[in-house]
């Protein structure tokens, strides 16, 4: 089919997509390294694990992707640790097998949802054995290491020290009773063990548990803050970090402050262990001292050699890791992650990087989000309640929407609830109804009424940026790029649910041009320049909002650009005439399909665990007529519909 394109730079995608080798940053460029946290290989992800790491960190990846800005998305499992022990132990396999297990199923769930790492490895190699003990080492060397002895758990009857995910109990700060060694679910405090009160061993838990003094590395945080603390304030107020991590800007007018606000630095840091009483894990190194020996058999705790994962998994992406991991002067890294993980990235793994010495790439911007909680209640496979890695294709909802629904419903700032109607509603509402017809209205029409040819006319050949002072089209053409200057400001903040809603305001107001212009038959007929000016510029649109909705539904823009006849966009600042008079388009397809509403119930009893299962029971029993909440569902279906954008009051144009 005949394209014609205009032909000028930076209007084409150029940088390599997610699985090209040798990503390497660029001199005097703007490169971006992206990490997630990794994943524990001792489970399958849910979709709030998926949303709130690894899906928003490859939708800012694509978005930089189309800046054409160097970037790199590193992510991988966590295999060490005693939550493989544990998980292995329940499966009577060995952690290696648990660990191969595992990462393929988190790696077939991450390709399912289109999530495009450019290398997605793991822990348990060579190359992070090497880097951990180089790093340990280093610590030890400018000395921030010293030797600790301390009460442990220890189980009688497993005749062994029981590391922090062996053990459960009551959290002494807030009284839930199943806390775990090293963090408390209920109140996000880390822990001790030995806090723990009415210990329990998880591989039985009639064993008797009790305290016992074992010998460990710890590293000196406590002398380490001052560098910690003067690092943090600068970073988070460059990078500007997520509300919700370990500060809070305060602004008085042009100027803003960081105070750091999480309670143990403000409580004063204290030595953590490094090193603990297991066997699957990397070997502590000998520093050439005399407590060596005290350090034989013992590991590396896992919160020490995890974050050291993601320089780990870049070396076995590429011989070149360090020019990533070792240039802060020319790369910003970003990291993803839950709330519960911020500490250790913001304060434990900085503070490493800090007492090792070398001259790091260390974290730019931190974007975290709360917790996506499930139809009322939480996520929990062991009630089969929720939707779990690969039964999200089960649904037979293309992935495209899920990752729209769950992105919409991104909690950036509280904690947000997954709901079957909301999510339906989405498909039918926005998806359907604003984004998908808008983009098929146009398509058809030159599809049946030019033979897919772009129609020619004085007035729309012109190749090149819209003129504000349009005769037509002026108020349209100043919208369109007042909200792309929005996304761009906003997705380079990091903003990526704003961001979205924003595509959906650019749809929604192409539908409403489609809608003031008359285009029809009829205009087609009494006045075909204006007819073909407008379908060249909602056309244009379209190729616009396929490099906008990309990172955010990469099938969909694929689909979008087959139909479109064209290759793919970078995004723009301004509206343009790129697609020209004479470009053939191919064939019109609807993007989206609806969900029929009444399904909504179905996958509640499908995906609902138990609990579904006894209220399924006590309906069928029940002899009143329909459950459905009628009125309840009207109101969601309403509250899904597309927003009405306005510009955030914290984003503003021209800085």
Sequence with gaps: MSQKIRSADGILQVIPLPGHPAILPKAGETNILITSALPYCNNVPHLGNIIGSTLSADVFSRYNRTRNRPTLYICGTDEYGTATETQ?????????ELCDKYHVLHKETYEWFDIGFDYFGRTSTPLHTEICQETYKNLGKNGYLEPQSKEQTYCEDCGRFLADRFVEGTCPHCGYEDARGDQCDSCSRTLDAIELIHPRCLVNKSHRVVPRSSTHMYVKLDTLQPQTEAWIKQAAKKGKWSANSVVQTTHSGSNSDVEIIDARMKGGLIPAPLTRDLVWGVPVPELGREDDALMKEKVLYVWYDAPIG??????????????????????????????????????????????????????HHLSTTEYLNYEGGKFSKSRNRGVFGPQARETGIPASVWRYYLLSTRP???????????????????LLNNFG????????????????????????????????????????????????QDYILLMDSVKLRQGLQTIMSLSQLGNAYLQSSGLNKALMSSDPTRTAQVLSRALNLIYVLSALVEPYMPATADAMLVQLNAPKRAVPEVLSTDILAGHEIGKPAHLFKKIEEGMAEKFREQF????????????????TGSSKPKSKSKSKKQDAAAPVYTAPSDVKRGE
């Excluded at 992406?317 to 911020?342: A, C, E, H, I, S």
């Design 88 to 96: 292995a132990l329940k499966e009577g396999i060995t952690p290696r």
């Design 412 to 430: 950036e700032s509280a904690d947000a609830m997954f709901s079957w109607a909301d999510c339906i509603a989405a498909n039918n509402n926005v």
């Design 608 to 623: 609902g665990g138990d609990e579904a299962k006894v209220v399924s029971t006590t309906k069928s029993a029940s002899a």
């Design 437 to 484: 017809n808008f983009v098929n209205r146009v398509l058809k029409f030159i599809s049946s009424q030019y033979q897919g040819i772009v129609p020619k006319n004085s007035d729309s050949d012109s190749p090149g940026p819209l003129s504000l002072n349009d005769p037509n089209d002026s108020i349209f053409i100043s919208q369109v790029n007042n909200l792309l």
């Design 310 to 363: 993601y320089p780990s998994i870049t070396a076995n992406y590429t011989p070149d890791w360090k020019k990533w991991w070792f240039n802060p002067k020319d790369v910003n890294l970003y990291q993803f992650m839950g709330k519960d993980n911020v500490y250790f990235h913001t304060v434990y793994f900085p503070s490493i990087q800090i007492g090792d010495g070398r001259d790091w790439t260390m974290l």
